[in-house]
């Protein structure tokens, strides 16, 4: 389904509620669900010249694209405090097993990308709406892990890629009711320009590549 849909129909389900439940109240809680994690991988070889004739290898630089997306699930824990019955703020820390791949062919090199977990903390500003819907920002700190290859078209060899790198992380959501206890998320997250400096490749060229992380996260929430 498309993202967008799924975020609307949460929506429209929060609006259309008739039933008075009372706001969350400060405590601990436990959530759970499923991420739909959109990479988009750039890389780039040969940078910092447009001339033919300069370079390990000739040419001007050039830089390619990828996307992908894959779908994992996550587990998340955290402490919300209410500073009114309007308005609350929560700590929030996760871990997601991750499934994106992305590969990206640029002259003679092969470049696979394939993101195995990422984990951080959130914190969390929210809104109480209405006794049953609340929408809310955030801005937090994830570390991705990947593992990832290079390869090329003119020697057999690999050269192992794989790295972690910590991104800033800012984004929203809302969050429906059922009653005191239970309710349901659904929360867009994005981590921009996540650079990853490759060593110098068999061709004798510097690449560089960066990142762009797109999560649609939905899930169940428990308050203790």
């Known amino acids: 389904m498309d993202n967008r849909k799924i975020l609307l129909s949460l929506a429209l389900l929060g609006g259309v509620a008739s039933t008075s439940i009372a ?4 405590g601990w809680y436990v959530l759970g669900g499923v991420n739909s994690t959109t990479v988009d ?18 040419g001007p630089s050039i830089s390619v694209t990828d996307s992908d997306t894959g779908v994992s699930a996550f587990i998340a824990g955290g402490y919300q405090y209410d500073f009114s019955p309007d308005f609350y703020g929560a700590v929030e820390v996760f871990y997601s097993d991750e499934q994106a791949e992305t590969q990206t062919f640029n002259s003679v090199k092969i470049t696979d990308i394939e993101l195995d977990a990422s984990y951080g903390i959130d ?7 209405t006794d049953r819907l609340a929408i809310y920002g955030l801005l937090g700190v994830t570390q991705f892990d990947f593992d990832g290859q290079a390869s090329y078209t003119f020697a057999p060899p690999v050269d192992d890629l794989s ?12 969050e429906i009711s059922f009653d005191d206890h239970w309710s349901t998320i659904a929360e867009f997250r994005l981590s921009n320009d996540v650079e990853f400096d490759t060593p110098v490749d068999r061709g004798g060229v510097q690449s560089e590549d960066e990142f762009d992380f797109a999560v649609i996260r939905t899930g169940l929430k428990y308050r203790f």
């Open 123 to 129: 914190f969390k500003f929210g809104h109480n709406v």
């Open 41 to 58: 991988q750039f890389n780039s070889r040969n940078t910092g010249t447009s001339d033919p004739n300069q370079g390990p290898v000739g």
């Open 163 to 174: 790295d972690e790198e910590v991104a800033f992380v800012y984004g929203g959501g809302l």
């Open 23 to 26: 706001h969350a109240e400060t």
